[in-house]
């Protein structure tokens, strides 16, 4: 388990930095710039990689692949007329994947992977290769063969002080059938030293994805306007719980395909996600923290609603590849 941060960073305005920890996810555990909130971190991201390693919590940017957020049944999924069975989690052969408090498969089976590999470390990018290790247990709960190839590229804001990061994902079908799809990622964000009352968020979206209490989309939708009227300037106040799905990204213009992005502003800081076209889908989770501990918000990019992987994912032909990527930017506020 390799539990070394790989860094890149950017030395032109005063050394922007990103850490990637490749050894358990390739998850994203650090994104600074001197001029945004005094340098630190904007990830929710423990001290220690090697905690974050070995237990059970999600921080960072994680990707949750194959499939995002949960599935509704913990025996498995169908796809393709084909049924895929997931061992008991007591047998000896069960693969790593968490569970919700309903008991539902959570977040895929990638999160906190050993297997990816560092292809190229540059001062303002890193590539890593995830082979899908066709012989392992995991195997048997995406019997798909593919590979994953994930860049992060950093720069320097196109005007002003501030930090912006690129996230891009690979997806190649190695196999000789179908691939199904249905990823996303989880990027944690830190509240920082602010309190969680004054942070604002600001959701361009149209349209809640309603659920059931196990948070399985039900297949109806909500104008986003009618459960929060201020969603383009939503408050977190102390008592409001987010962990809500949603689609219909607003663009810049009606002519442009350029989505406008989701926002986090706090007193010292501006913290920006915009989704490239290929996901369709967002979920926003803000949970009450616990106590003593920094509040986070994640903006969550996906290629289609929770549970897609067992009902309409998107699929890609044998031999074929698809690109993904979404950019984080922060500024000073």
Known sequence: LVTRVERISRSTSGGARAGV???????????????????????????????????????GNPLLFPWANRLAARSGYSFAGNRVDFPPLNHPNAPAYLLDDHGLPLHGLLTKSEAWRTVTLGEDMHLARHEWPTAHPRFACYPFAHALEMRHTLRDCDSGPGVTLKVELSVTNTGPGTLPLSFGFHPYFAGGSSARHEAILDLPLRSHIQTDERLIPNGRLQPLHELWPDHRSLRLSEDLQIDHGFTGLLREGAASERALPLVLRTPDREVAVRFGPEYRVAVVYAPLPEAGREYFVCFEPMLAPTNALAQTPAVLAAGQSIQVSFEIEARPN
């Open 21 to 59: 920890l490749v050894g358990a996810g390739n998850t994203l555990a650090e994104l600074s710039a001197p001029d945004v909130a005094d340098g630190l971190n904007l990830m929710h991201f423990p001290d220690s990689p090697e905690e974050y390693a070995v237990n059970d919590e999600l921080a």
